[in-house]
């Protein structure tokens, strides 16, 4: 299965409106970032053990075997992972204020719905990842 059916069959998976929600997430970063590398990671580790929510990644960071962006269902919502800042303060610090109604780590964006947040100081955030 390669990567791509296996994003398609996790986005199908997702009960609405989450599925549209991270469908149109997924379009907009692969809008932002065309030319990024795709990743499926399933959420478990090398012996099967569900460690994670499955996400999906853009990108490679230049440091390390891991994407630079990730999006991912969770039980409240939706996260969007932003990888790779050295400085954990930076994202609250910088888009804390002005994302809209979301909590925003060191590294994840979470949000109830898309409808919550400003997307284009989401898109700026994505646009900004090392």
Not at 6 to 11: G, H, S, V
Not at 40 to 54: I, Q, R, Y
Request: hydrophobic residues 35%; glycine residues 10%.
């Amino acid at each position: 299965m390669t990567v791509e059916s296996q994003i398609e069959a996790y986005l199908a998976g997702q009960p609405e409106p989450k599925r549209t929600e991270l469908t149109q997430l997924h379009e907009r970063i692969r809008g932002l970032m065309p030319d990024a590398e795709l990743w499926f990671l399933d959420g478990t580790d090398a012996s099967g053990k569900v460690v994670s929510n499955p996400n999906v990644g853009y990108g490679r960071q230049a440091d390390r075997d891991f994407y630079r962006v990730g999006i991912s269902a969770n039980t409240s919502g939706i996260s969007v992972y932003l990888m790779g800042f050295e400085d954990r303060t930076h994202l609250p610090r910088t888009i804390g204020d002005t994302i809209g109604k979301a909590t925003v780590t060191g590294y994840c964006v979470k949000f109830r719905k898309l409808a919550d947040i400003d997307l284009e100081v989401l898109d700026a955030a994505i646009r900004s990842v090392p």
